[in-house]
């Protein structure tokens, strides 16, 4: 075991003045590289969340800790490779470790630059901040940087409300909707376990997610209302997209109310859904966005927030209202900034906005024919590009009626939920990580990085295949079983 540092218990006696001149035993560098699995979820366990190791049992995930990464592949300490089709929830465009990202980044090192922009201004800040609005459709051009997509979310709403004015501080919001988990935007997402019990904004309206008639009658009834957000494909809620027609409408609805539109892009974008921004394919502009999870090019933290000119004029334009909300320290870091230049670089240099929707349609394509292969167990196929779900039937309606006592013995999230089966068997059986979802948890969703190749899809596939190919009742027996003896 490692000398780990010991614990303040109330017992202590109180500490001399000698001991409190002592360094803290601290782990090095080093000691976190040599650590073992078990050291590891011992410390996850005493410091970081007990109550998930729970969750990470009941998949299998605690067994694994990774040693390596590149491309399309984790491998852990076993030399095991495992087939990255999770890609941190739309954070990995360019897989692990992509050669020209590091390069760069190595770069930036070797030429001992600075990093907190908060003085000076930063070249590489402002060349980011020129990128993204060269980027970005219609007068999208200015830009707020910052480290996460929570981060970037709450600009967004606070640029808008500002624009919009105090006459009309409300904000629409969508069902199934997942925003982040600050407290602002906390209150634009439809999650109860989320929203805790925590005392939340209460300027808000929620709508089902994708209805215009619902939308329209919201802001007839509402004058007060100056902002709607959604997320252009749900990605929390389990990959639901609304028509191309229904964003053509939203945009001609909030241009006759002059209600400001918000598109949370941080899972979707970034390429993700075979255009750079997923509203792209509806031809219309919103007046406001956020990027984030790729941006930081799988390496670091970099999240964005994208106004229109006239929007951020209006919000912060004067010296006055330009600090209201100027970056956070972090914003604008360094190195954050050259990996975010040189990743939207090789996003365009690879073409991975087009593989992401040649290889994910293919994807799609494959996934169709499992579903008409198995339809006792695939209830739906949905998704563009490389942002894809796969919706399983409710089993403990299909289940033999011999086995479904056994569902009794489930622990809560997993009663009617194939997910957690299907994906803890992948990992188990073919070194292959998926991901779940929340809020639906009989979706798997499907998030590779946008350098999968065919060969990965058809791995994919041929995996799901021998594992579906099982049917249902021997996968819940087995996933049981292995439950059974893990607590044995
Ligand atoms: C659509 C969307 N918005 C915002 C966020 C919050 O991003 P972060 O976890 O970086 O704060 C997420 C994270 O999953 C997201 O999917």
Redesign the pocket.
């Known amino acids: 075991m490692l000398d780990t540092p010991t614990r303040m218990t109330t017992e202590a006696p109180p500490l001399s003045d000698e001991k409190l001149a002592v360094r803290p035993r601290l782990l090095s560098v080093a000691d976190a590289k040599a650590m073992s699995l078990a050291e590891m979820t011992e410390l996850f366990k005493d410091h970081i969340n007990p109550g998930q190791l729970h969750f990470m049992k009941l998949l299998g995930f605690h067994k694994v800790k990774i040693e390596r990464a590149e491309g399309m592949y984790y491998t852990d300490q076993n030399g095991r490779k495992i087939l990255d089709f999770f890609g941190g ?1 739309g954070s990995l465009a360019f897989g692990h470790n992509h050669p020209r990202i590091i390069a760069a980044r190595q770069q930036f090192q070797d030429e001992d630059r600075h990093e907190i922009a908060i003085a000076f201004m930063s070249q590489y800040a402002s060349a980011l901040a020129r990128n993204l609005a060269a980027i970005s459709p219609g007068d999208l051009d200015m830009v707020f940087l910052g480290s ?3 981060e970037a ?1 709450e600009a967004a709403i606070k640029v808008a409300e500002r624009a919009a004015g105090p006459a009309r501080p409300k904000i629409v919001y969508a069902e199934n909707s ?4 600050t407290k602002g935007v906390l209150s634009l997402t439809d999650s109860p376990l989320y929203r805790g019990e925590f005392r939340l904004v209460d300027n808000t309206v929620k709508v089902p997610f994708g209805d215009i008639d619902a939308i329209r009658n919201a802001f007839e009834a509402d004058p007060a209302i100056g902002v709607i957000v959604l ?1 252009t494909i749900q ?2 809620g389990g990959i639901v997209q609304a028509p191309v027609a229904f964003w053509q409408q939203l945009r001609a609805l909030c241009d006759k109310h002059g209600v400001l539109w918000i598109a ?1 892009e ?2 979707c974008g970034m390429g993700r859904s075979g255009r750079f921004y997923a509203f792209e394919h509806a031809g219309v502009v919103p007046d406001v966005t956020a990027l ?2 790729s941006l930081g090019g799988g390496k670091c933290a970099m ?1 964005a927030m994208v106004a229109s000119r006239k929007v951020y004029m209006k919000a912060y334009g004067t010296p006055k209202t330009a600090m209201i909300h100027a970056q956070a320290t972090f914003g604008g870091i360094g190195e954050a900034c050259i990996t975010a230049i040189e990743g939207l670089n090789v996003l365009y240099d690879e073409d991975l906005i087009g593989n992401a929707e040649r290889t994910g349609g293919y994807l799609l394509e494959q996934l169709e024919g499992l579903k008409a292969k198995y339809p006792q167990i695939i209830k739906e196929v949905r998704g563009q590009g490389f942002m894809v779900g796969l919706e399983f039937q409710d089993f403990s309606q299909t289940l033999p009626a011999l086995l479904r006592p056994m569902v009794g013995m489930l622990d809560e999230k997993l009663k009617g939920s194939l997910s957690g089966f299907v994906g803890a068997e992948l990992l188990r059986d073919h070194d292959v990580l998926v991901a779940f979802t929340e809020y639906n948890r009989n979706v798997i969703r499907l998030e590779p990085p946008l350098i999968c190749g065919r060969e990965h899809v058809d791995r994919f596939i041929a995996a799901l295949d021998a594992v579906l190919g099982r049917g249902i009742a021997r996968i819940v027996r087995d996933f049981i079983g292995s439950q059974v003896a893990s607590k044995a």
């Open positions: 929830f996460s997509g929570s979310m997942f925003h982040g988990k997320e990605g929390g949370d941080v899972q984030a999870k999240a």
